[in-house]
Structure formats: C-alpha cells, structure tokens
C-alpha cells in the first residue's frame, strides 16, 4: 500500500474594523427608533454621545475560498452585539477574459455605489443616502449571489448578476409605516426594529411594536438581477431588479409579509481628485389585510460630489456633498397621511492624517412633507429636521 501525504495548508485568519464616538446635535423630533417619526439615527432636541464597534473577520481556506463574519456592537441594540452579515466567498482565478464568483451565506446585494466600506459605511459622509440607508435597514440576501464577469482591455468590465434568498419577506414594512430615512445604522441579523407609534395608532394597532426583518413567512423564494459596465478611468455604470415575491397576504403570529420590488440604476465615476456618483431607485410593497391591499409606491435619487482636497493644499482633507430626494404615494385605502415628500442636502468635511484615525464633520439638512406630522404637533404637516454630528472612527 502506498500512502500519500500532502502538507495541510495553515488556514490564514485577518481581522479589521473601527470603533466609532459620535457627538451629535439632534433634532428635536424623537427618532424613529425610538418609535417617533424622526427621520434620522438620532432625535430628541438634545445633544448626545453615542458609540458602536464594528468588526470582521475573514478565514482563508484557499487563494480562492473564504468565510466572512461582519458583527456590530452599539447601545441601540437590546442584545448588545449582533451580526450584520455572515458568509462563504468563492472567487476561482482566471486566466482569460471570462471571471466568476459566488457567494452564499447572509450578506448586503451588490446595489450600492456610494456604501463599499466595512459594515454597510461610506467613505465619503457618515450618514449614507435615503436609498442605501433603507437597504442597510430592510435589505439582507440570505441565500446566494453569483457574478459573471467579461474583461476587455478596450471595452472594459461588464458583469452579470443573478441571486436567490429567503427570509426578506418582511421588506417594505418600513418603508410603508414609516417612510423614508437617513441613518448610518443597518439592522442586525437577528434584531427587531420599532415602527412608528404615530403609525400603530393610525390603524388601531397596538404599540410599542417591533418587527423582524430577515424572516421567513410564506416559503418563496426572492430573486434579485443586475448588469454593470466599467472601465477604468471612465467610471461605473449598474442596473439592478429586485423582487422579494413575498406573499402579501401571507403572516405569522408576530410578523407580516410584504411583497415588494424594484428597479435601481447607478452610475460613478472619478476624474482626478472629484468623485461624482448618483442613484435612482423606484419600487412598489404592498401588504394584505383580511383582504384589503395596502401598496405603496416608493422613489428616490441622490448626487453625490466628493473632492480630495490636497490639490488645493489641504493634505488628507476630502469634502463631499450630496443632494436627496424622496417620495412616497399610498395607493389603497390606507390613509392619505402616510404619503410624503422630502428632500435633504448632506456636507461633510473629513481629516484622515493619521491611517487609524479619521475625523469626520457632517451636517445634514432635511425638508420633509407628511400628513402624519400632524399626530405629533406639527400642524402644517411640514417639518425641517437637521443633524450635526462630529465623529472620530479608530480603524484596527
């Protein structure tokens, strides 16, 4: 008998992630996690101090397979810690102009041009657009995604995208209860996030009321596609469909199912020190309930400017701008309160001198219009929410 030994490979295990102190100025609407109708993170007409950690860690099996664990730490969260996403990589390399990749596991879809930072973060402000904000809040693939990709020196990049999850079916339940928002907090894996209790009480339901997000309810599977094209030094184009197929009428003891889905178009690109990238998103969710639709159609876009500032002199300083507009439109029988109209302009100033340290000031400025403002004293149904926030993210 022959034996063969072949030496194991070590696995190979790196770590990273940042911790974050916010000092906040808040508006005086109380948030929306706090169960108001604020549109921001934070609420309560008061100054705040606030801290999160996030970390990741990534064992290599192979030049071609890994497993990625993302977690966050933050007082927000009842558990103290939770998962934001956790999966299995696999990249084979090519020799030709034909790549691919694969993973599975829970993870954010490949939408965002504007969120590629650890932990669902951008680089260029602390709190990310309305869109990329709500796909951090109601989005998460569990299950998997697949890339096809196609390189040609002259014509560039273009890839094909193709996935399939469950346990999204709750997805557009904020989006119709509470509208849309602007916040740097994606939700845990296992957390359950407070609707509105100005909304609850509009339909008689009973509140403080919290609910899952990455739930399974009527065993279908959700489906989401996309195209891309780019090329270096010209920039990005994308375009992605998503569809939940939830059952709107499906529901458990604590948790309802939405049908929800939509169409979102990207395009960046890069010239010198200026970093210019822009958004749109349209969809529609609708939920049943003892056989009356609810649906609710949803849009939004943004620009967003971002300027390396050494040109000028300023050595390790970036300043970014970025200019949101959002709207939704009830269609049912539900009441004529839930719809809106918002728009909001985000500055930030960013000094990174130091690789671990990052400082970064931020002012957002928001203008919002909802019917619903008048259940919490805001008799013109109008209301100008801001935020400042100074923050210093510690990278390890």
Same mark, same amino acid.
């Given at each position: 008998m022959i034996a063969l030994a072949m030496p194991a490979r070590a696995l190979d295990f790196a770590y990273s992630g940042?911790?974050?102190a916010h000092l906040v100025a808040e508006p005086k609407m109380t948030g929306w996690l706090e169960g108001g109708l604020g549109k921001f993170r934070y609420g309560g007409n008061g100054g705040d101090v606030a801290f999160q950690g996030v970390g990741q860690g990534v064992v290599k099996f192979s030049d071609d397979l890994s497993v990625l664990v993302v977690a966050r730490?933050?007082?927000?969260?009842?558990?103290?810690?939770?998962?934001?996403?956790?999966?299995?990589?696999?990249?084979?390399?090519?020799?030709?102009?034909?790549?691919?990749?694969?993973?599975?596991?829970?993870?954010?879809?490949?939408?965002?041009l504007e969120?590629?930072?650890?932990?669902?973060?951008?680089?260029?402000?602390?709190?990310?657009?309305?869109?990329?904000?709500?796909?951090?809040?109601?989005?998460?693939?569990?299950?998997?995604?697949?890339?096809?990709?196609w390189h040609?020196?002259?014509a560039g990049t273009f890839s094909l995208m193709a996935a399939v999850d469950c346990c999204n079916d709750p997805a557009g339940i904020l989006m119709a209860d509470r509208g849309w928002a602007m916040d740097d907090r994606p939700s845990g894996l296992f957390e359950r996030v407070r609707l509105p209790d100005a909304t609850?009480?509009?339909?008689?339901?009973?509140?403080?009321?919290r609910t899952g997000m990455f739930d399974e309810i009527d065993h279908r599977a959700g489906l989401y596609g996309g195209l891309s094209w780019q090329m270096a030094q010209i920039g990005k184009l994308s375009m992605v469909r998503y569809e939940n197929q939830g059952d709107p009428a499906a529901a458990t003891a604590s948790d309802t199912a939405w049908e929800t889905k939509f169409w979102s178009f990207?395009?960046?690109?890069?010239?010198?020190?200026?970093v210019l990238i822009a958004q749109q998103l349209s969809?529609?969710?609708?939920?049943?309930?003892?056989?009356?639709?609810?649906?609710?159609?949803?849009q939004a876009g943004f620009l967003l400017a971002s300027y390396d500032l050494e040109g000028l002199g300023f050595t390790d300083w970036r300043a970014s701008a970025r200019g949101d507009l959002f709207q939704t439109r009830h269609l049912g029988p539900a009441p004529s309160v839930m719809s809106e109209d918002?728009?909001? +302009?985000?500055?930030?100033?960013?000094?990174?001198?130091?690789?671990?340290?990052?400082?970064?000031?931020?002012?957002?400025?928001?203008?919002?219009?909802?019917?619903?403002?008048?259940?919490?004293?805001?008799?013109?149904?109008?209301?100008?929410?801001?935020?400042?926030? +100074?923050?210093?993210r510690l990278f390890f």
């Open positions: 940042f911790g974050d730490a933050d007082e927000e969260d009842v558990r103290g810690i939770d998962a934001l996403e956790a999966y299995a990589a696999w990249h084979p390399a090519s020799d030709g102009p034909l790549s691919w990749s694969v993973k599975a596991g829970a993870f954010f879809p490949t939408i965002s969120n590629d930072d650890l932990g669902w973060t951008s680089p260029y402000t602390l709190t990310p657009s309305a869109i990329n904000s709500w796909i951090g809040e109601e989005l998460r693939t569990i299950g998997s995604e697949a890339i096809l990709r040609s020196e002259i609850l009480k509009i339909f008689h339901a009973p509140y403080p009321g990207g395009a960046r690109t890069d010239a010198g020190p200026l969809g529609y969710t609708e939920v049943q309930s003892r056989g009356t639709e609810f649906p609710t159609k949803f918002g728009r909001a +302009l985000t500055m930030s100033l960013s000094w990174q001198g130091i690789d671990a340290l990052r400082i970064t000031g931020e002012a957002l400025l928001m203008h919002s219009r909802k019917g619903e403002y008048i259940a919490v004293g805001v008799p013109s149904g109008e209301f100008d929410q801001n935020q400042f926030q +100074l923050d210093a």
